[in-house]
């Protein structure tokens, strides 16, 4: 299964904007699915997972602001962010783990203007 990430762009401080993931083929059986991060000269860093049960986790930096969900019908999982600020800027991976492997997809562009 391929992961495509999009929805990414230019917004405004306290903006929103909603990403999204599709897959290649069905995420049903995909127990874990998240969402990283990587700013400019740091480290990838997690954002937010979430189970096939629903089950969700979140960083502390984003918890309240953002979330995330999936939708099986349409092999696709979201992230929405609310008041974003620059700290959010980076480039968003979506990934998933399966057989003790994590797969990553291609990253969309978040950008952040104060």
């Known amino acids: 299964v391929q992961l495509q990430a999009s929805g990414g762009g230019l917004v405004q401080a306290g903006g929103s904007l909603r990403l999204s993931c599709a897959a290649s083929g069905s995420i049903s059986s995909i127990n874990y699915m998240g969402w990283y991060r990587q700013a400019p000269g740091k480290q990838r860093e997690f954002v937010a997972s979430i189970s096939t049960g629903g089950s969700t986790s979140y960083a502390a930096s984003v918890k309240g602001r953002f979330t995330i969900s999936r939708d099986n019908t349409k092999n696709t999982v979201y992230l929405q962010m609310n008041s974003l600020n620059d700290e959010d800027t980076g480039v968003y991976y979506c990934?998933?783990?399966?057989?003790?492997?994590?797969?990553w997809g291609q990253g969309t562009q978040v950008t952040v203007s104060s």
């Open positions: 990934n998933y783990d399966r057989a003790g492997s994590r797969f």
